[in-house]
């Protein structure tokens, strides 16, 4: 049967933008999820859910050293009563309050299997059994003395805690992770004895900024230890704007393993590291051999973390080859700072170290309040009930005359001793057991302490003063509680600065180190051939394309690249594309622009020194180690403008240079004539009066000037003979010598090695 549709009536449809609907709808939802869900308060450092479980495991009388309850147990009555979302959720939550390597200070003691560092789950919550540690019991401490808030639950039946009264630095201690709408926390744990010590500072000195506490809080202090390589200007810097990272690296020792030999042992990793995804990750690396000083990983850990790192031969450096992992692992890890926080439980702000711990202490003065209030109401109830015990001690017979014979005989008590209701009602209400406990000594002293007890509170609400010295007494005893000399307090991380290595040398090491032909084509295409290839004539190319040159390298190396623009480019050889298909231009690699062109590539060696030159035929001598660039846009070294251009480059190798012209006229001076510079447009080489530089070349008296012509045949003329051609730098220079190629290019054999002269 076909379903009956109903229209709405119109008299009841209400037109609304839908802008303002969804603007009303997702504000709504976006406050709910930062106020219940991803924000942590700033008081007690709990978001609702765990607030609500601390509360839940109370109410079930789960204090530190209590029976264990299934965890099941729990998680059924904060669903029940506080927290209507999924079970799965809640008992993930309760899990991570359990482990002792995702908090601090745990805040649930778990009796059977919550998961472990290397990732695996906890067993189902019928199969756990948890209560409340000691630091639980010190944020739920006074929740009964009228110290916080109270509201009703999701359904009304109940009230729950706004805020823990948090006896505990709770929000840095455990620290915090979130993601709300449009914003997210970061907290990081820390120490919760220099914690204590920062706030008792705090205290002493209300107006101390953050770089003072930082005198008591060096920085994080994370379950797991590590090491924490960041300055301290950096970690200054995070704190005072409540923004930044920490760079966390894991623990290694060197152990000798005999006959000169070692291992590496990993003792800790960074916080929030899967130890069994690490260890899968340094093996990809090492299939992929990408890790080229490394030769086995090894996870021995049993209670404690233990890898072992087997490097592939006894010369390796074993600073450089955990720089390696490092960089290609998560040994380092970077932990991120964002105290994105509730202030006051409604506002969310970022804030720095000393508003956090001054947000914590204003609630522990609020709660002191509190609770001293409660207990002076107490201490009053109490006072007038012993009043009203010492009337009825004092005259025994006659009340309990009164009371056998009155039908009414509280008002006749009220009238004839001149009692309060409350006194007559604890009167009447007492047992007669109790008669016998009835002394007046008894009952004068219990009144005398509880007198001097409601002086001291009465001092106490009047002296601001005396409210931070209790505080301050407080969180010494925390302090001594959690302190250094404790087992759970001692510091587990530590500060270093991270070791300089030179960054050639890091790279290096994350290359396997193979023999490669690197080929550049006429029009500029690039590529790295596996081997040191001697015949390149089966060498195939795109159409109209040919080889340019070609030289032997490492897959380690470095290769500089000269351009017409008068830059270095700096290219390396591990990132070249594979011999298989006709390689990438250069271009790709490259912020070379559209006018300018390669004029040579060549392997960097270092220590050499090169002479440049320009098609206007202005040069100079320039350092090899000089023109190595460090982005892609390259290093300016030879100054050139337009219509000029750089023309050639060789290695400085003799005395003499040869310079020939496009116009083949052939100078040649000595070196000494031109001058070294790291930068500039140089003297003037050989002067032309049309065209430009063609290309040049040093030699040295014993071997004299060679060429190559277009068959690969060498010419060799000694110094004698060329003596028709020797003059002064900046000469025009006379026609070359018979025999000189046609291109106005000294050449180079095919394959030789030296084709990065060029």
């Known amino acids: ?131 409340l540690t000691e630091v639980a019991r010190l944020l739920l401490d006074g929740i009964d003395e009228d110290a916080v808030d109270f509201r009703p ?73 590590g090491i924490v390589v960041d300055p301290p200007s950096a970690i200054a810097e995070a704190y005072a704007t409540g923004r930044g990272s920490f760079r966390v690296r894991a623990r290694w020792t060197q152990e000798d393993t005999g006959r000169g030999t070692y291992v590496i042992v990993v003792t800790e990793v960074p916080w929030l590291v899967q130890k069994s995804r690490l260890v899968e990750r340094i093996a990809e690396l090492l299939n992929e051999k990408k890790l080229p000083l490394l030769a086995d990983v090894r996870d021995e850990s049993a209670e404690d973390i233990r890898l072992v790192l087997e490097p592939r031969s006894r010369t390796v450096d074993p600073e450089l080859l955990m720089e390696s992992l490092f960089k290609l692992t998560d040994l380092e890890s970077r932990i991120g700072l964002n105290m994105n926080v509730l202030m006051r439980g409604k506002v969310p702000k970022v804030v720095g170290l000393a508003e956090v711990l001054r947000e914590w202490l204003d609630h522990r003065r609020d709660v002191l309040l509190r609770r001293s209030r409660y207990r002076l109401s107490q201490i009053e109830h109490r006072l007038e009930v012993l009043g009203g015990f010492l009337v009825a001690y004092l005259n025994l017979d006659k009340v309990i005359k009164i009371i056998r014979s009155e039908d009414e005989p509280k ?93 050639a040398a890091i790279e290096e090491a994350l290359v396997e180190r193979e023999p490669v032909t690197v080929v550049f084509s006429e029009k500029g295409w690039i590529r790295a051939l596996r081997g040191h290839v001697g015949d390149l004539s089966g060498i195939a190319f795109k159409q109209d394309d040919s080889l340019k040159l070609a030289f032997y390298a490492e897959t380690t190396s470095k290769c500089l690249a000269f351009a017409t623009n008068g830059r270095f480019y700096t290219l390396d050889v591990a990132k070249l594309p594979g011999g298989r298909g006709h390689g990438e231009p250069v271009r790709l690699f490259l912020d070379l622009e559209q006018e300018a062109d390669i004029v040579t590539v060549f392997p960097f060696i270092g220590g050499r020194k090169f002479l440049v030159a320009s098609r206007a035929g202005y040069g100079f001598i320039a350092p090899e180690d000089e023109c190595v660039a460090n982005t892609r846009k390259g290093k300016q070294v030879l100054n050139v403008k337009l219509p000029d251009e750089g023309r050639a480059l060789t290695v400085l190798d003799g005395d003499f240079i040869a310079a020939i012209g496009e116009n083949r006229k052939m100078l040649i001076f000595p070196v000494d004539q031109v001058p070294e510079m790291n930068r500039g447009r140089g003297v003037r080489l050989q002067r032309y009066k049309d065209g430009g530089l ?52 000294f050449g180079s054999p095919p394959m030789n090695g030296r084709n990065g002269d060029k």
């Open 1 to 131: 049967m076909a379903k009956t549709v109903i229209p709405p009536d119109p008299a009841n449809v209400q037109d609304i933008a839908l802008r303002e609907a969804l603007e009303e709808r997702y504000l709504a939802y976006a406050l709910s999820t930062i106020m219940h869900r991803a924000l942590p308060d700033a008081r007690d450092g709990l978001k609702p859910v765990h607030r609500r479980l601390l509360y839940a495991m109370r109410q079930l009388r789960l204090d530190p050293g209590a029976t264990f309850k299934k965890c099941a147990r729990v998680v059924g009555d904060v669903i029940g009563k506080f927290h209507p979302h999924g079970d799965q959720a809640v008992y993930d939550a309760l899990v991570r309050l359990a482990q002792d390597f995702s908090q601090r200070y745990p805040l649930v003691d778990g009796q059977g299997n919550f998961g472990n560092v290397d990732g695996d789950n906890a067993a189902a919550m019928r199969y756990t059994e948890a209560r």
């Open 153 to 225: 639950t999701y359904d009304g039946s109940e009230d729950e805690p706004v805020v823990l009264p948090g006896a505990f630095p709770n929000l840095l201690a455990n620290g915090s992770q979130g993601i709300a709408v449009g914003m997210a926390t970061s907290i990081p744990p820390h120490n919760a004895a220099e914690l204590c010590d920062a706030a008792l500072h705090l205290i002493e000195n209300p107006n101390a900024r953050t770089k003072t506490l930082l005198k008591y809080v060096p920085g994080p202090d994370f379950p797991t230890g």
């Open 411 to 503: 008002p006749v008590l009220i009238r004839t001793f001149k009692l309060t209701e409350l006194q007559a009602d604890s009167i009447l209400n007492m047992r007669l057991r109790n008669l016998r406990k009835l002394e007046e000594m008894e009952i004068r002293s219990e009144d005398k302490e509880l007198r001097a007890e409601k002086r001291k509170l009465d001092e106490l609400l009047r002296s601001e003063p005396s409210q931070w010295k209790t505080i301050a007494d407080q969180i010494r005893d925390v302090r001594n509680t959690f302190g250094p000399k404790t087992a759970l307090g001692k510091r587990r991380t530590t500060f270093a600065d991270a070791p300089e290595h030179d960054l």
């Open 694 to 745: 063609s290309d040049m070349k040093t030699f040295g008296v014993e071997s004299g000037l060679s060429w190559f012509d277009s068959a690969g045949r060498l010419f060799t003329l000694t110094l004698k003979e060329l003596s028709d051609w020797r003059g002064n730098r900046a000469d025009a220079g006379r026609i070359a010598p018979k025999g000189f190629p046609k291109n106005n290019r």
